[in-house]
């Protein structure tokens, strides 16, 4: 018997992600103009709530990771319209020193756009301030930064940006969240960058990136549960000669129906392939090795922590732990055509994140 390669089937987004107050699923090779999932019919089904309340369940992140030759790092933004949270580690490769910084704020306004066409968000803080801004029509992406530092950190400015972001491959996908009547979406895109990195600690010590560098873009939308756990495995580098990046999602916010419903997905170059669930154990704690395997032999992944960051926020209704690893991956990953895609000390990052808002 010819064993059959896992598939999920891959087609044009819709022109909105909510029709008729019904969430539109599936998995899209193009992206929508809006990330927008706002007036789904009674998402909670419990109360016939007007859309206005029910809205107010969305939570939205924004998620860049880098590698260069030098540095691999995360800038993370999570907007729970009351309360907002950034998170930006950064790591040498070759020394393992980090650099983490944190940031809790009142929202005032909505900090992550809908649009994915043309946007701009900030974390509006003077000492923590994070900046986005995307435009596909100028084929532009842009990302800076300043993080103040203190008795224990350096100051750390930087910025990266690309004149070619929308000829980048995207990968966008609408999920029950985890019932029907709710959803999960989220675009996920590889982005070559270029930029600098800047560490100020009594004098200023510049940090040049090398041209071409890569990054993931990741731009998530939800209705949450009031409890929520999540494991999220990225990695980005190379392998010969080609560029890979993936993203593996291993969320309670799934539903049971994982093999039809999930966005993970591996990116080669400018191949997209659709990757099946997984389970992911430590079975000798969350700072020794991590297991991660599937069942249809296109993911067999050793993650070993190098070096990690945690925290505890806990402000009247939000309540969040956020474990992030630095580390590299060992094992085998497989594209939809079969082709095998071997991994050696290769870096990535795994996030555990636990959530009561």
């Keep these: 018997m010819l064993w059959k390669m896992y598939e999920r089937k891959l087609t044009d987004s819709p022109d909105i ?6 969430p539109q699923f599936g998995s899209f090779i193009t992206p929508p103009k809006s990330l927008d999932i706002k007036g789904v019919k009674e998402p909670f089904g419990v109360l016939p709530l007007p859309t206005f309340i029910t809205n107010l369940r969305i939570r939205s992140n924004i998620s860049f990771i880098f590698s260069t030759d030098e540095y691999y790092g995360t800038i993370d933004l999570l907007d729970s319209k009351i309360y907002g949270f950034s998170e930006v580690n950064i790591w040498e490769k070759e020394t393992l020193k980090r650099y983490t910084y944190k940031n809790v704020m009142f929202l005032i306004r909505r900090l992550i756009p809908k649009s ?3 946007g701009r968000c900030s974390t509006f803080s003077k000492r923590r301030r994070i900046y986005f801004s995307w435009d596909k029509e100028k ?8 993080l103040k530092g203190d008795n224990v950190r350096p100051t750390l400015s930087g910025s990266f940006s690309t004149s070619s972001w929308s000829e980048n491959p995207s990968f ?47 731009l998530t939308r939800a209705y949450y549960n009031s409890r929520t756990v999540n494991n999220l495995i990225s990695g980005i580098g190379r392998v010969g000669e080609d560029t890979v990046t993936f993203r593996i999602a291993d969320m309670s916010i799934l539903p049971p129906d994982k093999n039809t419903y999930n966005d993970n997905v591996l990116f080669v170059n400018n191949e997209i392939t659709p990757l099946p669930p997984v389970t992911v154990t430590h079975p000798y704690g969350m700072s020794k090795k991590w297991i991660i395997q599937d069942t249809e032999n296109m993911i067999d992944l050793v993650f ?7 925290r505890l926020v806990s402000l009247v209704l939000l309540h969040a732990q956020y474990f992030t690893v630095y580390g590299t991956f ?13 991994l050696k000390d290769f870096p990535g990052i795994i996030k555990n994140q636990r959530l009561r808002l």
């Design 139 to 146: 084929n532009r992406f842009y990302i800076a930064f300043y």
């Design 330 to 342: 060992e094992g085998v990953l497989v594209t939809k055509n079969g082709k095998s895609i071997p």
């Design 116 to 118: 994915l066409e043309k």
């Design 17 to 22: 992600l909510i029709k008729n107050g019904k």
């Design 304 to 310: 070993t922590p190098k070096s990690s960051s945690k």
């Design 172 to 218: 966008t996908s609408v999920l029950p969240a985890p019932v029907m009547r709710r959803c999960y979406a989220s675009y996920q895109q590889p982005i070559f960058i270029e930029g600098g990195l800047c560490v100020t600690r009594g004098k200023m010590l510049p940090f040049y990136l090398s041209k071409q560098s890569q990054s993931l873009f990741v």
